[in-house]
Structures are given as C-alpha cells and as structure tokens.
C-alpha cells in the first residue's frame, strides 16, 4: 500500500473524527444524564413503592425535578386525587422523593395563592390569598406576610421550588386564565413588579426558589394556552417587560415559565415556548437573564395539536429552554413511559444533529447552579 495515501487516510479519518467529537464529545450515557436533568415530571399517587413511576423516573432515570398536583385531571379530578392529601403524608412523600435522588431534586408546585393553590386548607395548609387582593393592597408587609407563610408551608412539606409568582400584567381582566381568575397583581406594571419582588424575597427567605410566569406575558390573551395556541399579537403591550426587567436588575429571578403563545411582534413564526427569538435574544440577550428557563408543560394541547412533540422539544432545547416540564396531568393524558421517551427523544437529536450537545451541558449547569443556591 503507498504510504502517503495510507497516511493521508488514517488522518481524514482522525480529522473526521475529532469533528463528531467536537459536536458531540459526551459519550451516550453522559447524555441521557444531561438530558434527564432537564425533566421536570409528574405522577400519580400520594406515597411511593420501590416499582412505582415516581421512583422509576428518580432512581432510575435520573430527572431532575418532579412537579406535584392535589387533584388529577386525568382521573377523577376531585380534591386529594392526585399527590397532596395531607401535610404529614406530602412531607413523607418529599423525603422519600429526595432519598431516591442525588439529595438535591427540585420538587415544585402552583403555590400563587387564591384560586391556584396546591396546598389547600382541607389538606392542613394555611389559608391563602390571590395576586389580585395582594396587588390592590399594594403593601409590602401584607405581601410578605402571605407570602412568608405560603413559603413556610412549601418549605416544612419538602418543597423547593414555587412556580409562582405570576407576573403577567392584567391587561385584559377578562383574560379566561390570568385576570378572570385574580392571577395577577395588577394592570400597572410598576405595581407587578414591587409585589413580585416582596413575594420572591419571603420566599427565598425560607430557602424556596421561585419560577415566574408566563414569559413574555400572558395577560392579554383571549384564550386558555392549555386548550390551544394563543395569539396576543395585537394585544399584548411593552409594559408586560417591565416586571422582567425589575426582577432583574434587582437580582431577583432565578428561574422564568414560558407561555404557548404566539407574539408576532417578537417571533412571527413560533411560540415563545419554542422560540429562540423570544427566549434567547429577548429574555438572555437583552433582558440579560443568567438563569434557568421552564417551558409550560409540553404537553399542552397549545403545543402538541400543532407540533409533533419530538420537533416541539427539539425547537425548545434549541430555543433556549433549560427544563422541559411534562405534568403528566392534562387533558392529552398521563403516559407512564413519556420520560423515558422524552429523554430518547433529545439524546437521538443531539446524536443525529438537531439540537448541538453543548446546549444540553449549558443546561445541566444551570440547572445545579439552581440547586446549589437552595
């Protein structure tokens, strides 16, 4: 064989190479971990079994963070149906939850107050109050004081990490899931913003983060993102930033919800779940947002009526999303394997070269630097 060809062969090869090493350098087990963390996932039942779907997404699996309901939507939708039933029996289930992990899972909830509240009086929890009544009062200390016995019940129950507040603006107080509920703290932004950062501040206090909602703001929509795509192109106004910024520039936000919705006026092609327009150059670029990044659940019908799902959480990894949440309790209903699947899913884009694998170590960094601060 020439010598000079045979070289010149071993090199191509070796520079070929280098280069699959240099868009994917992580073996396919150091992606399934990357790409498990990045799960936030629900499940049935208020306590847990050695073989049950909890401990096999935790234990074996790996995920993240787990999210918890009281009333299961794909079942009997009554109160206690789900995972909370009671303060003693929530407390166990955390512990248990956390001694199937590495020690450090984000378990979160809905925990607004009012008429979204996870933890309820008929299970032994405190009662709670709206962002509507907290916003009208515009005080700090009634703000802090709510807030500050909402985060003491999270924190004794074993809970981490309070999807909550809302930060959307009330643009329209007959938005069907924001101002018509008493969601929001108020149609002045300013106000928003001030009950926002008292509300965070009580919380982080009690060494519970928070994750606000719904970027780029949900107030004006017509329609509930749940049940369908929802465009607030012609509704939606500048102002709903502000909070952003505010909580920003004050250090205060550590972890952002996105919404399904469509806002031309930032990306006239996808939704902000899955839009880098929206979620990298608006939110990281100009808002200059370092944390972490939740997607609302991708199994809304918002996303997966108009999108297969591998495509939708291919455009949100590369969109800029940090966490994919899948509650697993709504109306496209509860799969027990969808874990496992989602996590197939990423590895094989990263392998096949939909989604760059640095994207999932960006993430993954994120995400522990999340729950190192807690």
């Not at 280069?19 to 971990?33: E, T, V």
């Not at 079994?49 to 009997?76: E, K, M, W």
């Not at 019908?301 to 999108?307: L, P, W």
Request: positive net charge; glycine residues 6%.
């Amino acid at each position: 064989m020439n010598p000079i060809r045979n070289f010149i062969t071993i090199a191509a090869i070796a520079v070929c190479g280098m280069m699959a090493w240099a868009k994917n350098p992580y073996s396919d087990a150091k992606l399934r971990q990357y790409a498990a963390e990045m799960l936030m996932v629900g499940f049935k039942a208020d306590s847990i079994t050695p073989d049950c779907d909890a401990v096999r997404y935790v234990r074996d699996l790996h995920v993240g963070g787990v999210i918890l309901f009281d009333v299961d939507l794909t079942g009997s939708r009554q109160i206690g149906s789900r995972n909370i039933t009671s303060r003693e029996r929530l407390r166990t289930l955390t512990k248990q939850l956390q001694s199937y992990s590495d020690g450090h899972l984000l378990i979160a909830l809905d925990q607004e107050g009012g008429r979204v509240a996870r933890l309820k009086t008929e299970y032994g929890f405190h009662p709670t109050v709206s962002h509507k009544y907290l916003g009208e009062m515009n005080n700090r200390d009634t703000t802090a004081h709510y807030a500050s016995v909402m985060a003491s019940d999270l924190a004794w129950a074993g809970v981490n990490m309070n999807i909550a507040p809302v930060i959307d603006v009330d643009v329209d107080p007959n938005c069907p899931v924001i101002g018509k509920l008493g969601r929001s703290f108020s149609a002045d932004s300013a106000v928003v913003a001030r009950n926002a950062e008292w509300f965070i501040r009580a919380h982080h206090r009690k060494h519970v983060t928070c994750a606000v909602k719904h970027f780029p703001g949900h107030g004006s929509s017509a329609a509930d993102s749940h049940y369908g795509l929802t465009d607030v192109t012609l509704s939606w106004q500048p102002y709903e930033m502000h909070p952003y910024r505010y909580l920003i520039k004050h250090k205060m936000l550590h972890a952002v919800m996105t919404a399904h919705i469509f806002n031309r006026n930032i990306d006239p092609d996808y939704p902000a779940t899955l839009s880098y327009k929206t979620l990298t150059e608006v939110l990281r670029n100009q808002l200059h947002f370092d944390g972490v990044i939740l997607t609302d659940d991708m199994y809304m019908q918002g996303i997966v009526d108009n999108y297969d799902i591998a495509e939708a959480i291919i455009l949100a990894i590369n969109a800029g999303a940090d966490i994919l949440v899948m509650g697993n309790n709504i109306t496209t209903g509860y799969e027990s394997e969808r874990p496992f699947k989602v996590v197939d899913i990423i590895v094989n884009a990263v392998k096949q070269g939909k989604i760059p694998a640095y994207r999932l170590r960006q993430s993954y960094e994120r995400i522990r630097k999340l729950k190192r601060s807690l």
